[in-house]
């Protein structure tokens, strides 16, 4: 028994054991599992929560996308607006010569839509305008990467010829390889006619003004011109009577023997007449008459040559003759204080110009300097001053430019104020003897019209000389 009940005790020992064992082993088994699911929920939440910082991020870069969006699409709304709202022609060229921008001003002036030209290449756009003038500005402003300009450029709009002023700016490429540019143009036709008609004003103001003196030149002619064809009537009447007594000497010898008292009568006809004097002033009389005429003539036609409004491009211009032309007709403002002389190069060759507009450069220069020797001279009693004129080619190997040099023996010009004497509206004369816009206006006519340039040489008491250049090819740059 005691055996037996051992063996029971062994038994439920054993059992015990492996109960607590098993429990163990499931109480490790459950805590290995929970420590595994909480490690896996910690993962799961640390995943979510980069999810979702992840998506919040995207959200915000959905936003500020769209933010960008908005932004551009304003931006180029504003943009296209400010195009539109640019009064000047606008066309943007990138460096392969393609078009990339073509304004509303573009499209009213050149009837090309803008869907039409972007994409396009610029030289096929179709503009009907002066080109060579437009890809000499290209080729400019491509070869000096610098704004170029490209003046008076003509065109055709709605059937009509007007004119443009363009400038390139140009736009930067890659290294040193081809550049865009943009082509800012605007119509500067109307400014041009009122430029035109400004100029013209001027020039018969200043015909006005020189009136006086102008009738007074061919007063002079005109009254020794009368004087010779009274002279002329009354000498032709003396001459009728001897005439007359001719004739019935020669009929009364005709008929037979020539009575002693025709021939008497005869005689005293040729004494009264005074035959010897008429035969030696008759001539004198007729020449003098017909180098008035002649005077006159030229004066007329220096006035017309002179008050004509030109045409409205270039022509080749013999430019003595204008020198002379405008000199005849300001004789008047010079011939009491100034001497005149004159070296004029008769091998100068003609000079694409407006005439018109350069004789008022010339009469500008002349009346200043006669009014400068004026003011050291007064009247001329006391003794004149010296005008003097030249003209050149230079250089003289292969001439490009004309050169006029106008100098004046006047009071000159202080340092202090010659920067100033082409400036609009300037001037040092007395009221009523300048307005102060001859030499603004030479200015204008000769670097903005012809391309040249003017410049002033001056000493204080020694006069003054103004020196014009103009180019002899049209094509060509400043002098």
């Known amino acids: 028994m005691h055996d037996q009940m051992h063996d029971q005790m062994h038994d439920e020992w054993t059992a015990g054991t492996r109960y607590r064992v098993r429990r163990r082993g499931r109480t490790r088994w459950e805590e290995s599992l929970r420590c595994a699911g909480g490690e896996l929920e910690a993962r799961v939440q640390g995943r979510t929560a980069e999810l979702a910082q992840a998506n919040q991020a995207l959200q915000d870069e959905i936003v500020e996308r769209r933010r960008a969006e908005a932004e551009l699409q304003r931006v180029l709304a504003q943009s296209e607006q400010m195009l539109t709202a640019i009064t000047s022609i606008l066309i ?8 990339t921008t073509w304004n509303a001003a573009a499209r009213r002036a050149f009837g090309r839509e ?42 055709v709009r709605d059937g009509k010829k007007r004119f443009l002023g363009i400038t390139l700016n140009p736009i930067s490429g890659h290294g040193d390889g081809p550049m865009g540019f943009l082509l800012l143009a605007a119509d500067i036709t109307e400014r041009r006619l009122l430029e035109s008609q400004l100029a013209q004003a001027q020039k018969l103001e200043s015909i006005g003004q020189l009136a006086a003196g102008i009738a007074h030149e061919l ?9 010779n064809a009274r002279f002329l009537q009354e000498s032709f009447a003396d001459l009728e009577g001897v005439l ?18 025709l021939l008497e009568d005869v005689e005293a006809a040729a004494e009264r007449a005074d035959l010897e004097y008429l035969l030696g002033e008759i001539p004198t009389a007729i020449a003098q008459s017909l180098e008035g005429v002649e005077r006159v003539a030229g004066i007329v036609r220096a006035m017309k040559e002179f008050s004509h409004p030109g045409t409205a491009h270039k022509t080749a211009v013999d430019l003595n003759r204008a020198i002379e032309s405008t000199l005849t007709v300001a004789r008047n403002e010079w011939k009491y204080v100034a001497d005149l002389v004159t070296d004029l190069d008769p091998a100068l060759p003609p000079v694409p110009c407006l005439p018109g507009e350069l004789n008022q450069v010339f009469l500008n220069i002349i009346v200043n300097a006669a009014h400068a020797i004026g003011d ?16 050149r080619a230079v250089p003289p190997a292969a001439p490009t430019r004309a050169e006029v040099r106008i100098a004046d023996t006047g009071c000159g010009i202080p340092p202090e104020i010659r920067g100033r004497i082409f400036d609009p509206f300037f001037t040092t004369k007395g009221v009523g003897r300048g307005t102060g816009q001859g030499l603004a206006i030479a200015h204008g006519i000769v670097v903005e019209k012809h391309g040249g340039a003017i410049a002033c040489e001056s000493e204080v008491g020694r006069g003054t000389t103004f020196v014009i250049r103009l180019p002899l090819q049209e094509e060509g740059g400043g002098a």
């Open 244 to 261: 007359r007594t001719y004739a019935a000497l020669a009929e009364a010898a005709r008929s037979g023997p020539v009575p002693a008292a």
């Open 376 to 391: 050291v001279v007064g009247d001329g009693a006391g003794g004149k001053g010296t005008i003097t004129v030249t003209t």
């Open 114 to 155: 803008r869907d039409e030209m972007l994409g396009r290449p610029f030289a096929d756009c179709g503009i009907e305008w002066d080109w060579p003038a437009v890809n000499r500005a290209i080729a400019e402003c491509r070869a000096t990467r610098r704004p170029a300009r490209a003046e008076d450029v003509r065109y």
């Open 92 to 99: 943007g060229v990138d460096e392969d010569g393609h078009v």
């Open 219 to 227: 007063n002079t002619p005109i009254q020794y011109v009368g004087d």
